[in-house]
């Protein structure tokens, strides 16, 4: 039987062990604000519905999940995926895994399949500064689950940063100055487009796959999450351009503020991986990055996709030339 979803109510998990029923993992927290490790669960069998939703509302709860060892098989990636709901379909054909089309691979093995960088003289693949998955649409994804299946000798971590968390943080008057505003988003597939927190890379090669078209969105600054009810500080520094109906100077000095709050190492999860680790994360709370590594060593790894299902923005309809 395959573990299937059951929609939870809303979170009210803690740091505990979870021992009703058939629910038998334990949890620790990561070393930082938020975040949790899960011990002790089997994806490889079947998962118990109990479990499933002890499990949806432990990541509500962390933001962040981290399972070690807990399956080293597609099918394990997918048997746990499906306890946080639908899983998308990769709109790209090229990147799912044959006989696994809820999963994608990402590698290096077979050349770049996107553009490389060269950081302080030294070339680097796969860097990728901090954003949130489909900030660029009106309907961001759930969540997703990220395998390492191969990992580099060098390099290669991710992290997660906690909007909801740098919301909070914000004083009151900043608070209510952006509780109405909405900033224009716009889909970047290099570092060419983006505006605010480059690292400024020199481009040095390409792997780019063809990308559909995506007209800009106007996505909240501040969003309610859907479940939890927990406001959010919507930022994603690569796709971000401007707030809609502001001044550029000032409207980039009031970004420029909350990309730099946001940032913030005490908001940060940096994660060193481990082979068979997989990260668990929900995309409308989080931000997160990818560190790179250096061209000629190889990574790969399989990821499954939450789908969203609630909107946030709208898409900006464009004035049309004469």
Not at 55 to 80: C, H, K, M
Request: with cysteine; proline share 7%; charged share 20%.
């Amino acid at each position: 039987m395959k573990s299937g979803f059951v929609p939870p109510a809303i979170s009210t998990c803690t740091d505990k062990t979870h021992e009703e029923s058939a629910v038998t993992f334990t949890t620790k927290p990561l070393p930082a604000a938020f975040g949790h490790e899960v011990i002790g669960l089997d994806a490889e069998a079947p998962i118990p519905a109990e479990t499933a939703r002890a499990l949806y509302d432990q990541w509500l709860y962390s933001g962040i999940l981290l399972f070690r060892g807990v399956g080293t098989s597609p099918e394990a990636l997918v048997n746990l995926s499906r306890c946080f709901g639908e899983l998308e379909i990769h709109p790209i054909p090229t990147f799912r895994m044959e006989g696994y089309p809820e999963l994608i691979e990402l590698t290096n093995k077979n050349g770049p399949i996107g553009p490389v960088y060269s950081f302080d003289g030294v070339p680097t693949y796969g860097r990728i500064p901090w954003h949130t998955d489909l900030a660029f649409k009106t309907t961001p994804n759930a969540g997703a689950l990220l395998r390492m299946v191969q990992k580099t000798p060098t390099g290669g971590q991710t992290g997660w940063l906690d909007t909801a968390l740098a919301y909070d943080e914000l004083d009151a008057e900043l608070k209510e100055r952006i509780a109405s505003l909405e900033a224009r988003y716009e889909f970047c597939a290099d570092l060419s487009g983006m505006r605010f927190n480059n690292p400024n890379g020199t481009r040095i090669g390409s792997g780019n796959p063809n990308y559909p078209d995506f007209p800009p969105v106007a996505n909240p600054l501040v969003w309610v999450h859907p479940v939890t009810g927990r406001k959010l500080l919507n930022i994603s520094t690569i796709n971000l351009q401007n707030i809609v109906g502001m001044e550029n100077a000032e409207g980039d000095a009031l970004l420029q503020a909350l990309v730099d709050h946001t940032t913030q190492a005490k908001y940060t999860y940096i994660h060193d991986w481990a082979e068979n680790d997989i990260m668990l994360w929900d995309n409308r709370r989080t931000m997160h990055c990818a560190m790179g590594h250096p061209l000629d060593e190889i990574r790969i790894v399989q990821r499954s996709t939450v789908k969203g299902t609630v909107a946030m923005g709208r898409i900006i309809e464009e004035a049309k030339a004469a």
